[in-house]
T-cell receptor, first 115, second 112 residues
Framework: GAVVSQHPSRVICKSGTSVKIECRSL??????MFWYRQFPKKSLMLMAT?????????EQGVEKDKFLINHASLTLSTLTVTSAHPEDSSFYIC???????????FGSGTRLTVV | GESVGLHLPTLSVQEGDNSIINCAYS??????FIWYKQESGKGPQFIID?????DKRQGQRVTVLLNKTVKHLSLQIAATQPGDSAVYFC???????????FGTGTRLKVLA
């Protein structure tokens, strides 16, 4: 089945620094990937849709300059949290698939802690 | 706006019993539904899906029921095991939109 790899699984960074999270589709090509944010004991909140070769589509309320998304190839999307602050601490999850009606596969998530 | 909700935030069941997790959705245009299982510190894992032209689909120990009349989705887990303990999310989408709307989640606790 489809496998999505997310790296790193955990990261701790200092306030003001930037952190990059990678999402890779290992055995299929994904023209579209999604980035979610999840707070403790809460559901997944879609942040943006990452489109290969074009700009990402951000959900309302998500800062484009804060959360930079790059989807340079059919198997890799990256999310960069710029100038991180403690309130950016969260669980970030990506997903990818071969079409909305085939069920997207999720990565294992990245726990970001900003200190 | 449109939303997907769950009736029971926490469900405790005895090991070996059957579990039923419910979900209500409000977008009548949704035509594809998925149940995901999420264990602590991990990403959601696909369990089972169903399209709007069906009202029931069975997998291994799991069954999803769809009632479009009342916009209700349920996940039934037979002979619940300790390994089934997790948070379960339902998600809905509409063909061509590529976006999933997730429910708030139900925590399933399996009691030994």
């Amino acid at each position: 089945g489809a496998v999505v790899s997310q790296h790193p699984s955990r990261v701790i960074c200092k306030s003001g620094t930037s952190v990059k999270i990678e999402c890779r589709s290992l055995d299929f090509q994904a023209t579209t990937m999604f980035w979610y944010r999840q707070f403790p004991k809460k559901s997944l909140m879609l942040m943006a849709t990452s489109n290969e070769g074009s700009k990402a589509t951000y959900e309302q309320g998500v800062e484009k300059d804060k959360f930079l998304i790059n989807h340079a190839s059919l198997t890799l999307s990256t999310l960069t949290v710029t100038s991180a602050h403690p309130e950016d601490s969260s669980f970030y999850i990506c997903s990818a698939g071969q079409g909305a009606n085939y069920g997207y596969t999720f990565g294992s998530g990245t726990r970001l802690t900003v200190v | 706006g449109e939303s997907v909700g769950l009736h029971l935030p926490t469900l405790s069941v005895q090991e070996g019993d059957n579990s039923i997790i419910n979900c209500a959705y409000s977008n009548s245009a949704s035509d594809y539904f998925i149940w995901y299982k999420q264990e602590s510190g991990k990403g959601p894992q696909f369990i089972i899906d169903i399209r709007s032209n069906m009202d029931k689909r069975q997998g291994q120990r799991v069954t999803v029921l769809l009632n479009k009349t009342v916009k209700h989705l349920s996940l039934q887990i037979a002979a619940t095991q300790p390994g089934d303990s997790a948070v379960y999310f339902c998600a809905e989408t509409t063909s061509g939109t590529y976006k999933y709307i997730f429910g708030t989640g139900t925590r399933l606790k399996v009691l030994a």
